[in-house]
């Protein structure tokens, strides 16, 4: 038998299914770990954003002082913007995956329309206090927002056929029913 030298095991055991346990491939999206991730990424995206706002606005703002009141002020500047759009980010992917695995586990079905459902669901309480019309304008825009995310997580993941193939079934399961 022949051996493969970095990972120290026999390539048959490598052949078969990719799954630990039989039927493995059948269950659905693990919410929790799709939470995670996007508040993860989202805090870290919001955090390296505020704090390039940050440091523009430090370099904006800045008369010239001294060596270590320029240091100051730079952390400081970046420190404000940065916790700011990172925790705010960071909320509204809590409401968003939230509200996507609510309404998975409610259809009993993993779909784009769970994505649609939970970016309006986020945008329509992003602004539920600033009256009717803000909040219907920010429902659309959630959703809107959802299925963008949607899209390039899909395409991201299973490549560029994914936004034509799920648009195609969507169209086919609202308008093409008999």
Do not use: C
């Not at 669901?121 to 909040?135: C, H, L, Q």
């Amino acid at each position: 038998y022949q051996q493969h030298l970095a990972l120290n095991i026999k390539p048959e055991h490598l052949e078969g299914s990719q799954y630990v346990f039989e039927g493995d491939e059948k269950k659905k999206t693990v919410y929790v770990r799709n939470m995670f991730f996007g508040i993860g990424t989202s805090y870290l995206s919001g955090l390296v954003v505020g704090g390039t706002w940050g440091l523009w606005e430090h370099m904006r703002t800045f008369d010239g002082s001294s060596q270590v009141l320029r240091k100051n002020h730079m952390l400081n500047s970046i420190t404000k913007r940065g916790t700011f759009v990172g925790n705010s980010v960071a909320v509204l992917a809590v409401l968003y995956t939230a509200s996507t695995g609510i309404l998975g586990k409610l259809r009993d079905k993993d779909d784009i329309w769970n994505d649609v459902g939970g970016g309006a669901v986020t945008g329509g309480i992003y602004k539920s206090t600033k009256g009717v019309a803000t909040f219907s304008k920010f429902l659309g825009i959630g959703a809107i927002g959802g299925l963008l995310l949607n899209i390039f997580n899909g395409t991201y993941q299973q490549g560029s056929h994914y936004a034509k193939d799920v648009l195609t079934d969507t169209y086919e399961d609202l308008f093409e029913r008999t």
